[in-house]
């Protein structure tokens, strides 16, 4: 009897594995990080929907940031597009590098607001 429980055990402990953990891996998003050159960390795990409802952000342009002439426009968002298509490497005038505007934005705002990671490892798990 002791067999045929386990072997059941086992056999659902198969079926179910594949189902669920590709469920798991769609709720894994990374911070798209092609645009750096040589990147010295992990990619940032985060989940978007997740930061967003625990934050109470509404609005995609709080992050998905429009400037122009150096002035943030309000009603603009820039979600449809990578950070990297505006920012470079390196800062160009007064728009900082890609680096940096990941660390501003991100980093920036939980200092302000005195919530969220702000050092290195929080973000950049291994």
């Given at each position: 009897m002791r067999k045929w429980a386990l072997f059941a055990f086992?056999?659902?402990l198969l079926i179910i594995t594949p189902i669920s953990s590709?469920?798991?891996q769609d709720e894994?998003?990374?911070l798209d990080e092609s645009g750096f050159e040589n990147s010295q960390r992990s990619a940032v795990v985060f989940l978007h929907d997740d930061h967003n409802d625990l934050a109470q952000i509404d609005?995609?342009?709080e992050c998905h940031h429009v400037y122009e002439d150096g002035v943030k426009l309000e009603d603009e968002s820039s979600e449809d597009q990578k950070c990297s298509d505006c920012h470079g490497q390196k800062p160009s005038g007064a728009m900082p590098?890609?680096?940096a505007a990941f660390h501003l934005n991100c980093k920036?705002?939980?200092m302000k607001m005195k919530k969220g990671p702000v050092m290195c490892g929080q973000c950049h798990r291994r």
């Open positions: 086992m056999l659902t590709p469920r798991a894994i998003d990374l609005e995609c342009s590098g890609l680096r920036g705002c939980h």
